[in-house]
């Protein structure tokens, strides 16, 4: 059992977000956090199995929530001034929170602005340093029309998830720097 | 839930601090307004009108105020490591650039340039790249002598504590000798009006764990720590010794109201530093002022104190909350107190709120005893964060 595996993967587009049937609640968040929160939940992963409280969540929003922040800041001519309920998804981090409040998960979290890769790779290092006893690493890339105009961007609304678990088989065996590991990264950012 | 850190995975020390803050430019300004129990909250005309609930903010003396600073978050990022640098100056003179690392926190990045270009305001090229973090980060890494691995950290308000964490991950991994960890956010229309659409701000400033406490006040900084390996620092050098995270799981912009996921985190804290709750000497609380944040953490101050619960303040009424930029000059402050062997106070607060820990510091005092020290975090998305810092 000194092996990490991925052991459930996903990627979802903004198609799979339109045919999503995840209650109410899901409407009100913003594109990221749908997204990151429908990838997580193809994973079809037992939580109950891992133990909720030592299930970590580290996360990769490779454009912050600039997307969000420029729909937020564009409302504040609006009736009664800009959007508490945006405002709260103007954080990169949201989408965490969104999924540990659905899957009630307590481990521990982390957020990266950047490469696909950081996420991955701190997911691993969480559950070989024993912070948790398996992470979910979310890959999430939004820039919307709106935001891409301003700043000169290609459009992009993906996101996708894998699990990461100290097994003995997988989906793929965990090694640092796998180039096989790149390879899906760049998949999951190129789709 | 242990730490599995390899055995001979080195320590960690805090080689050098650096801060601009509402208490003013350097690591003096924060060390005065600790010893005087100083507030920097103040009225700024900057948040008159409608879309704000209150002017009454953490204002950096930031050059160009006023005029036409579009790169604020460069700029106090840029202040707070060259003084951490400098006090760190001989402990990296003998560490390569390429083993010296750089992790950034911020929430927001240089969220001004977002509001020109909204308004079709000038904005250099460089204030809209900043306007994201990552390259925020990278180009600070690169004017500040570190070719080592850089990381962008964006945990809402537990960001600084997890950047900490995270550059002494790097240490402990051998990736880098040094990492100069800096965080930042700057007060910006964009907040204030988001604070005041959730009607978080208390109107004549914050008053952390006060009885008629009404919100928080913005604030803003730049702060910055250089962490080292523990054996190229100086002996005196105070250390990390543990640290611990959670998430509520219970709500995106409340904390859980019976305060476990915070107790949870400290556990964890505890238990990664190898000490009992009585090892505790002084804990620094997130301490926003608001209603539900302060009883939260009162609770989850007793859940792991029981009733010998340390002395307790919180700096958010001294600095307003500096968001991504919170944790490392929060923990800054905590680096002076062991240092001096001085238990800050809690700049505002006048009458403890019913729960309040009975150990609630309001004024400053020295300590015969401060050898460690606790630092707590919590924001957005239910996450929680607890270091643990102290003496050899």
Aim: charged residues 15%.
């Amino acid at each position: 059992m000194n092996s990490l595996f991925i052991t459930a993967a996903s990627l979802v587009s903004e198609a799979d977000v339109r045919a999503a049937r995840l209650g109410s609640r899901f409407g009100r968040l913003d594109l990221a956090s749908q997204l990151a929160l429908l990838a997580v939940e193809k994973l079809a992963a037992d939580f109950d199995g891992l133990g909720r409280e030592r299930v970590g969540i580290c996360l990769t929003a490779a454009a912050g929530s600039l997307s969000t922040d420029a729909a937020y800041w564009n409302g504040r001519a609006g009736v009664g001034g800009p959007s508490p309920t945006l405002f709260a998804y103007t954080l990169p981090s949201a989408a965490i929170g969104e999924i540990a409040i659905r899957h009630r998960l307590m481990g521990p979290n982390l957020c990266f602005v950047g490469h696909e890769s950081d996420a991955l790779s701190e997911a691993a290092h969480l559950i070989l340093r024993g912070e948790a006893a398996a992470c979910l690493a979310v890959f999430c890339h939004v820039v919307t029309p709106a935001l891409a105009a301003m700043i000169q961007w290609s459009p992009a609304a993906r996101a996708g998830a894998l699990l990461l678990q100290r097994l003995d088989t997988g989906l793929h065996r965990w090694r640092e720097n796998d180039r096989d590991i790149a390879a899906m990264c760049s998949l999951l950012s190129a789709r | 839930m242990r730490e599995s850190v390899a055995p001979n995975s080195p320590a960690v020390a805090i080689a050098g601090c650096g801060v601009t803050s509402a208490v003013g430019r350097g690591v003096a300004s924060l060390r005065t307004a600790m010893r005087t129990n100083q507030s920097g909250l103040r009225a700024c005309e900057r948040f008159n009108g409608p879309l704000f609930q209150s002017n009454i903010v953490g204002a950096a003396p930031l050059a160009g105020v006023g005029g036409d600073l579009d790169d604020p978050a460069h700029q106090l990022a840029t202040e707070a490591l060259r003084e951490a640098r400098e006090q760190a100056h001989e402990v990296l003179a003998a560490i390569p650039e390429t083993r010296v690392g750089l992790v950034l926190s911020t929430t927001k990045a240089n969220i001004e340039a977002l509001e020109r270009l909204a308004d079709g305001r000038p904005c250099s090229t460089a204030a809209q790249r900043h306007l994201q973090s990552n390259p925020l980060a990278a180009d600070l890494a690169a004017a500040n002598g570190a070719s080592g691995p850089v990381q962008c950290v964006s945990v809402a308000c537990v960001s600084g504590l997890v950047a900490l964490q995270q550059g002494a991950k790097l240490i402990q991994r051998g990736v880098a000798d040094a990492v100069l960890v800096v965080g930042v956010d700057h007060l910006s229309a964009f907040v204030v009006a988001g604070f005041t659409a959730l009607k978080a701000i208390d109107t004549v400033g914050c008053r952390p764990f006060d009885r008629d406490r009404g919100g928080l006040s913005p604030g803003e900084a730049g702060a910055a720590l250089v962490l080292a390996r523990a054996d190229l620092a100086p002996l005196s050098a105070i250390r990390l010794l543990g640290w611990g995270n959670s998430n509520d799981a219970n709500h995106l912009t409340g904390p859980s109201r019976d305060g476990s996921g915070l107790a949870l985190a400290i556990r964890r804290a505890l238990d990664s530093a190898q000490l009992p709750p009585s090892g505790i000497d002084y804990v620094n609380a997130h301490g926003t002022g608001t209603p539900y944040n302060d009883a939260m953490e009162s609770l989850a101050l007793r859940a792991v104190f029981g009733e010998h619960c340390p002395p307790v303040s919180g700096a958010k009424g001294m600095l307003g909350h500096t968001l991504g930029a919170a944790g490392l000059i929060e923990t800054i402050l905590c680096v002076l107190a062991l240092e001096d062997r001085w238990l800050p106070g809690t700049p505002r607060l006048v009458f403890p709120a019913e729960g309040a820990p009975a150990s609630l510091l309001i004024e400053p005092r020295s300590a015969a005893r401060l050898d460690r020290v606790l630092k707590l975090n919590t924001g957005f998305g239910g996450v929680n964060g607890a270091l643990i810092l102290g003496h050899e």
